[in-house]
């Protein structure tokens, strides 16, 4: 009877073998060296910028499926701005940071050119509205961090949105309806 039993096992061990293998990597964001910026025009003449020093989140690459996620949440909370704009960005007018104090963007469909990734499809949400929003990264390199040889990933994000599409309609024509926000990040391997 014993007997048996071994070539079932052989055949499973065998089996378990030739199954395939995920070659997922995580990358926790780094927040010392993650921040987003964004960008406005202001009457047409020029472009004012402001940043959310506070990001945090993973990305997960499986370059050999040229698969892979991100989630990112932004502290709106932290955001950065000339002081005279501070308070009225984060006012119920514009970002509202004291009903929604964090904004995320979530993809499970990241765009690979051959085993690099170029861009992101997925979901921004803002002021409780979630839309469709498409990144482009302009660039994304990885390899080992120079003083600890952990693997790590890091670059820069681009997208364009309206921010009226977000529920965000004050003082258009002042300040423009198209935001650019760029996410430079740096992630280590878990």
Do not use: W
């Not at 910028?49 to 990001?55: A, D, E, I, Q, T």
């Not at 997925?122 to 990885?142: E, I, N, S, Y």
């Not at 965000?168 to 391997?189: N, Q």
Request: hydrophobic share 45%; net charge neutral.
């Amino acid at each position: 009877m014993q007997f048996g039993y071994i070539p079932a096992a052989v055949a499973l061990a065998a089996a378990l073998a030739a199954a395939p293998t995920f070659a997922q990597e995580v990358y926790v964001l780094d927040a010392r060296h993650t921040v987003s910026t964004f960008e406005v025009t202001h009457m047409g003449f020029s472009q004012q910028r402001g940043s959310f020093p506070l990001n945090s989140g993973k990305v997960t690459l499986d370059r050999a499926a040229k698969k892979g996620t991100i989630d990112v949440s932004i502290a709106a909370t932290s955001l950065a701005i000339s002081p005279a704009l501070l308070n009225l960005v984060k006012s119920e007018e514009f970002l509202n940071v004291e009903k929604f104090p964090t904004m995320t963007y979530k993809s499970a469909d990241i765009v690979f050119d051959g085993e690099n990734p170029i861009g992101a499809n997925g979901d921004f949400t803002m002021l409780g509205v979630t839309k469709p929003v498409a990144l482009k990264f302009t660039t994304f390199k990885c390899g080992p961090n120079p003083f600890n040889k952990r693997p790590m990933c890091g670059g820069e994000a681009t997208t364009m949105f309206k921010r009226t599409d977000f529920g965000m309609k004050a003082a258009l024509g002042a300040a423009s309806d198209e935001v650019k926000i760029t996410i430079a990040f740096e992630g280590a391997k878990e």
